[in-house]
């Protein structure tokens, strides 16, 4: 396939094979550096101006989870400060 031939629906298969794969996580950096490849194919002339097929994917929902700082880490602050 050429980078020309590529369509939304192409890189919404590869971006959910990926999510399958590999997590959400890795599925949305996969996904920002293809955009900004495409974004880049755009600015060279090797593909017209707006037809960049990472627009519309959405990204994946990112996992929020409750951090706290380590012993180490707390005492770590408390000497810089």
Same mark, same amino acid.
């Given at each position: 396939? @050429?980078?020309?031939?590529?369509?939304? !629906?192409? /890189?919404?298969?590869?971006?959910?094979?990926i999510?399958?794969?590999?997590?959400p996580?890795?599925?949305?950096?996969?996904?920002?550096?293809?955009?900004?490849? @495409?974004?880049?194919?755009?600015?060279?002339? /090797? !593909?017209?101006?707006? $037809?960049?097929?990472?627009?519309?994917?959405?990204?994946?929902?990112?996992?929020?989870?409750? !951090? @706290?700082? $380590?012993?180490?880490e @707390?005492? !770590?602050?408390?000497?810089v400060?």
């Amino acid at each position: 396939m @050429f980078l020309d031939e590529i369509e939304e !629906r192409d /890189v919404q298969e590869w971006f959910n094979r990926i999510t399958n794969t590999g997590g959400p996580g890795a599925a949305n950096r996969c996904g920002e550096i293809l955009r900004a490849m @495409f974004n880049k194919a755009e600015q060279w002339g /090797v !593909r017209p101006e707006g $037809s960049n097929p990472c627009l519309y994917i959405r990204k994946n929902k990112g996992r929020k989870c409750e !951090r @706290f700082l $380590s012993d180490q880490e @707390f005492r !770590r602050i408390a000497e810089v400060l």
